[in-house]
């Protein structure tokens, strides 16, 4: 089944500073790679989404770039906010069956 | 529209008890699915299931058992808890392929 790997494990960043979380996956079948986010206490929400057909995606403050050949993704934030905050879960899934990474502690220092 | 709910939100349980987590939605997905989460682990997927009456294993199924009668609910049965099922479960549903609306959580310790 799909492996996903996420890296690092955790981050700090200075307000104001860009924050990237790279994630490599093993199924070349995967088509689909989200990112959620999840605050302490709550459930995870998606943030941002890409397919295999496409290389980027943005949304403001928000990037997702994705290599099929090398079998990685990375989510990109910039302009970083102490409400960024957060752990971040990447995931990979090529239908039926989504897997997750560990996670990334992201802390956004004022 | 409430979404994706689960009920209990907390639950202690002793060894060899039984019980069923419920989950719901009302956004008539097709795909449900139950992960747990355990700390530096991220979400492990227990079951899915596709569409009523049709269920899958996940990457973490022993010990759970589930059905999908209807398509709005998706329980989740411990036949026999362990202390190694202490753990937060999340019930989530989608369409087919897409992002995975989550419920809020059953913070479940076995003792």
């Known amino acids: 089944g799909e492996n996903v790997e996420q890296h690092p494990s955790t981050l700090s960043v200075q307000e104001g500073d860009s924050a990237v979380i790279k994630c490599t996956y093993s199924d070349s079948a995967s088509n689909y790679f989200p990112w959620y986010k999840q605050e302490l206490g709550k459930r995870p929400q998606l943030i941002i989404d890409i397919r295999s057909n496409v290389g980027e995606k943005k949304d403001q403050r928000i990037a997702v770039t994705l290599n099929k050949t090398a079998k990685h993704f990375s989510l990109h934030i910039t302009e970083t906010q102490p409400e960024d905050s957060a752990v971040y879960f990447c995931?990979?899934?090529?239908?039926?069956?989504?897997?997750f990474g560990a996670g990334t502690r992201l802390t956004v220092k004022p | 529209n409430a979404g994706v709910t689960q009920t209990p939100k907390f639950q202690v349980l002793k060894t060899g008890q039984s019980m069923t987590l419920q989950c719901a939605q009302d956004?008539?997905?097709?795909?449900m699915s139950w992960y747990r989460q355990d700390p530096g682990m991220g979400l492990r997927l227990i079951h899915y299931s596709v569409g009523a009456g049709i269920t899958d294993q996940g990457e973490v199924p022993n010990g759970y058992n589930v059905s999908r009668s209807t398509t709005e609910d998706f329980p989740l049965r411990l036949l026999s808890a362990a202390p190694s099922q202490t753990s937060v479960y999340f019930c989530a549903s989608s369409y087919p392929g897409l992002a995975e609306f989550f419920g809020p959580g059953t913070r479940l310790t076995v003792l």
């Open positions: 956004m008539n997905h097709e795909y």
């Open positions: 995931a990979a899934s090529s239908g039926n069956d989504m897997r």
